[in-house]
């Protein structure tokens, strides 16, 4: 028993089916309950879902799922959201760095007086124990407070004026030929006998430099 199918109010029609065929195609979602079918004993198109021999069998059927179309306004914000990301990192490394360049190319107001810091007569005689080292017959010589004194007496004549004097600073005053264990050994001596501060004098002409 051959049949018919075609889509509603379509010319063109498929032929030499079976009634399970058509049955399978409706499960399989190829036709619609809308579409028309012809028998062998029919004379005329009818739909499907009022067929005799298929109207049982589509009320049975669960109705198809809506078909959801792509809608092509929708735009996808992955990729925009990416590109403010980026523009965002830039802008704040740019940022950073222009902050830092200005902190860099900024003078600093210290640097305008320029040279060491001077100190007066008055703040070394107060404050201050003067030590003298200068080169003479090939050898460094030790003076404190105008006195002369071995290497290893520095030590002990620092520590006696410090607690005499509660003098806490020392200003050292030596020559550029002076070697430079001989500087240190004054410095030794100076944190031997407490005093935490030790300034080195610059010459005159060495600032004019």
């Not at 620092?158 to 020392?170: P, Q, T, V, Y």
Request: hydrophobic share 40%.
């Amino acid at each position: 028993m051959s049949w018919k199918v075609r889509h509603e109010g379509s010319p063109q029609a498929i032929e030499g089916l079976t009634l399970a065929q058509i049955v399978e195609g409706l499960q399989d979602g190829r036709w619609e309950p809308t579409d028309e079918v012809m028998g062998a004993n029919d004379q005329q198109w009818v739909r499907m879902e009022t067929h005799p021999a298929l109207e049982e069998l589509i009320m049975e059927m669960e109705p198809p799922p809506p078909r959801h179309e792509e809608d092509e306004s929708r735009l996808d914000m992955n990729p925009l959201i990416d590109v403010c990301l980026v523009l965002l990192v830039f802008f704040i490394m740019t940022t950073s760095y222009a902050a830092i360049q200005k902190m860099l190319e900024t003078p600093d107001a210290s640097s305008e007086k320029g040279g060491p810091p001077r100190v007066s007569k008055e703040v070394v005689k107060d404050r201050m124990i003067k030590v003298e080292v200068r080169q003479e017959n090939g050898k460094p010589v030790f003076r404190i407070e105008g006195q002369e004194v071995s290497r290893d007496g520095l030590l002990p004549l620092l520590r006696r004026i410090a607690g005499d004097s509660h003098k806490s600073e020392l200003l050292l005053d030596h020559d550029s030929e002076v070697p430079h264990g001989a500087v240190v050994a004054v410095q030794d001596a100076a944190k031997g006998a407490n005093i935490t501060q030790i300034h080195v004098l610059i010459p005159e002409d060495e600032l004019k430099k």
